[in-house]
């Protein structure tokens, strides 16, 4: 499908909490400098699937990954691969804001203070500052970056999420329905927020708002029931779905 | 006429309140009226509680009159001036004069509580009649008054509900009073000691020796900081040094690294441990612990070292709270959302890690009220010391000399004879009310934190 080499590809995934499969032999890649929408109905397995690609699904009692899931061509669930350092190429963005209950200052400064990505004090408030800007937070937060970070409100919660994630420098961002306990404006700025980000990272977004997907990804893979239904370009899925089940999806027949 | 039997009585009345309301309520229904507003058993409840609450109200007030109205009548008696005019003994022979009027087959040892039996049996017969028949009398009128009350559209399923509300009320105030009445009761012995003692001799005196007491100057040794020092000591230092990294540490292991399986059964056999009477830690401390506190003393060249050390009575009361340090601490971090977790963990940190940086700190007001509770238990606590501590009052770092605290000495005080007037039996009152006011203290700042941090949260 692509000429260039993905950054992240699955093959043949499958998810199990306990003896339920939520996710079943999903397949595919992901590109860097592209946005990439997972889309489909709650509970079609499309947020388990995310978790799969910074082994998040290890933190979850009784949940096993089964397949081949790469980055740069690596098995991330290789026995020699480093969780942590996987987590540090990988990040992620969760569905409710969960800033640490400390200082804007240190929410963004945990990351490169326990990967050691600072020689001195003025380094790591170089790498707060530039995380903090490309997130779209530093004006609104330069005067107060000892304030506490639950102190913002949600939409402000979540950029600092973002920059949170982006401080460490990952190659790849997962976002877990990054917009969907936010304002209606909170989500513009989120979504314009993902567009300045694209050029430098490959993201995924799950999101059940189809026209978010639009909006925000070149790529889009609509699930259903645990199974990848449809891959493709995103404004080819919009008009012109190739399967029925997918057109009966976006065209509002169920979800 | 007994209370017991006056209350049978009541209650009997009460029955029939019942029946009749609810018989009557019934016949309402069939009489034309559409529906009857309340079921015909709630019109039954709302007259028996009005037949039965005042009177029993009554009985509870005038069961606490009658003693001292009787006393007053007998003493009315011309046998009475002969009573010694000594409180103690007037009241010595007045009690027995009481004892065998209730019990006919008893006798009197003494002619003048012997003269004394009639008139008491005669008062106490007199106002008992006069309670009994009060109380039926109330009975009777009050539930008359609600049974008239009751109509078709009478809205007696608010009134019992609104009953019942009182009832709870009231449940939940008698723990509450009691509270109060001890606090009130150690208040005024207090201010007895206080009397007798200058406060300021008693919260700032170094020297304790209550068994040698200066009848000119009470308060010389009478001074309670060694005391207040060994509790300090024992209970908030050494206990915690134990009490707080065990049962944080057990905390985090259950609730982050445990499996279910292990957790299952790991945490009832922590809390049982907080179920074991404290008097057991106490034989634990004094036959086990504290004979090897003092062998390693003795190793550590200290040769007259006390086996009643401050060591070994701490360490076996920090044993003691650790179930207690790791429920909370176990509670507070459970607490703590597990997005908080997540957001640490995909930022690629590890679990000591996330631990240490986000979940301690974001649990740690909850830990910390935890440690407050823990400590006003500590010093509250009294059969460890009492068997484990010495009576040496003294003020010392080392936890390998001896020290006393409060708890220990005012058993002391109070066991053995005692006169009740003297400032050394009085001290223990002082004592009482310092330590009460300390915990209630902590208990009330630990509370709020508790609350503050729950807010956070929700």
Not at chain 1, 45 to 63: H, I, Q
Not at chain 1, 96 to 119: D, M, Q, T, W
Not at chain 2, 146 to 170: C, D, H, N, P, Y
Request: aromatic residues 8%.
């Amino acid at each position: 499908m692509t000429e260039q080499t993905p950054k992240m590809s699955a093959r043949d995934v499958s998810v199990f909490y306990g003896d339920k499969q939520a996710v079943k032999n999903v397949s595919i890649d992901i590109d860097m400098d592209k946005v990439t929408a997972f889309i489909g109905p709650s509970g079609c397995g499309k947020s388990t699937f995310l978790r799969s690609f910074n082994r998040m699904n290890d933190t979850v009692a009784g949940a096993r990954v089964e397949g081949l899931v790469t980055l740069d061509g690596e098995d991330i669930y290789a026995p020699s691969m480093d969780v942590v350092q996987l987590r540090a190429r990988v990040g992620m963005v969760f569905q409710k804001p969960n800033p640490f209950p400390k200082s804007i200052f240190e929410n963004v400064a945990y990351g490169p203070r326990i990967h050691g990505l600072a020689a001195s004090r003025s380094e790591l408030e170089g790498i707060v500052e530039s995380a903090l800007r490309r997130a779209g937070l530093w004006d609104e937060v330069k005067d107060r970056l000892s304030d506490s970070g639950t102190a913002l409100s949600g939409g402000q919660q979540q950029r600092l999420c973002i920059a949170r994630a982006i401080a460490v420098d990952p190659e790849v961002i997962l976002m877990d329905e990054p917009a969907s306990a936010l304002d209606p404006i909170a989500t513009a700025k989120i979504e314009e927020l993902i567009g300045e980000l694209r050029g430098r990272y490959a993201i995924v977004i799950v999101t059940h708002n189809m026209q978010q997907a639009a909006r925000v990804s070149q790529r889009t893979a609509f699930f259903h029931l645990g199974t990848l239904v449809e891959y493709g370009e995103t404004d080819a899925m919009f008009t012109a779905p190739r399967m029925e089940r997918t057109k009966d999806y976006i065209t509002g027949r169920y979800g | 006429m007994s209370a017991l039997a006056l209350i049978f009585v009541v209650a009997g009345l009460g029955l029939i309140g019942w029946l009749t309301a609810r018989a009557r309520a019934a016949s309402f229904e069939l009489g034309g009226a559409k529906r009857l507003h309340s079921l015909p058993g709630q019109h039954g409840w709302y007259v028996a509680i009005w037949t039965v609450l005042p009177a029993l109200l009554f009985i509870a007030v005038w069961s606490g009159m009658t003693p001292r109205l009787v006393q007053d009548a007998v003493l009315q008696h011309p046998a009475a001036a002969q009573l010694p005019a000594f409180d103690f003994e007037r009241d010595a022979l007045l009690a027995e004069a009481k004892r065998v009027a209730r019990d006919r087959s008893a006798t009197a040892f003494d002619p003048v509580a012997e003269q004394l039996v009639a008139p008491t049996r005669a008062a106490i017969s007199y106002y008992g009649w006069i309670g009994a028949g009060v109380s039926v009398l109330l009975a009777f009128a009050c539930g008359a008054l609600a049974f008239t009350r009751i109509k078709a559209r009478f809205k007696a399923r608010t009134r019992v509900e609104r009953g019942v509300m009182s009832l709870l009320l009231l449940a939940s105030l008698i723990a509450i009073l009691t509270t109060l009445g001890i606090f009130l009761s150690l208040l005024w012995e207090s201010l007895r000691f206080f009397g007798q003692v200058p406060i300021t001799d008693f919260l700032l005196g170094t020297h304790w020796s209550p068994q040698v007491i200066d009848a000119n100057d009470p308060g010389k040794s009478l001074g309670a900081v060694p005391l207040f020092w060994g509790t300090f000591f024992i209970g908030a230092v050494i206990a915690m040094i134990v009490a707080i990294p065990f049962g944080l540490m057990s905390a985090i292991y259950l609730t982050q690294y445990a499996a279910p399986g292990v957790r299952r059964w790991m945490k009832p056999i922590l809390e049982i441990l907080a179920g074991v009477p404290t008097v057991v830690y106490g034989y634990f401390a004094a036959l086990t612990v504290a004979p090897a506190v003092r062998d390693l003393a003795v190793m550590l060249g200290m040769p007259f070292a006390s086996s009643e050390s401050a060591l070994a009575a701490g360490l076996v009361m920090g044993v003691m709270i650790i179930p207690f340090v790791s429920s909370i601490a176990d509670d507070s971090i459970a607490a703590v959302p597990t997005a908080m977790r997540d957001g640490s963990l995909a930022m690629g940190a590890t679990r000591s890690e996330t631990i240490r940086k986000v979940l301690i700190p974001a649990a740690l007001p909850g830990v910390v009220a935890g440690i407050l509770l823990a400590v006003s238990r500590a010093i509250g606590e009294t059969m460890i010391v009492v068997m484990a501590a010495s009576g040496a009052a003294n003020i010392t770092l080392n936890p390998l000399e001896s020290a006393t605290t409060v708890t220990k000495q005012i058993v002391d005080l109070l066991t053995g004879d005692a006169e009740f007037d003297s400032p050394k039996t009085l001290a223990a009152f002082a004592l009482g009310l310092t330590l009460f006011v300390i915990t209630l203290i902590l208990n009330i700042v630990a509370l709020r934190v508790v609350k503050k941090y729950r807010e956070a949260y929700e």
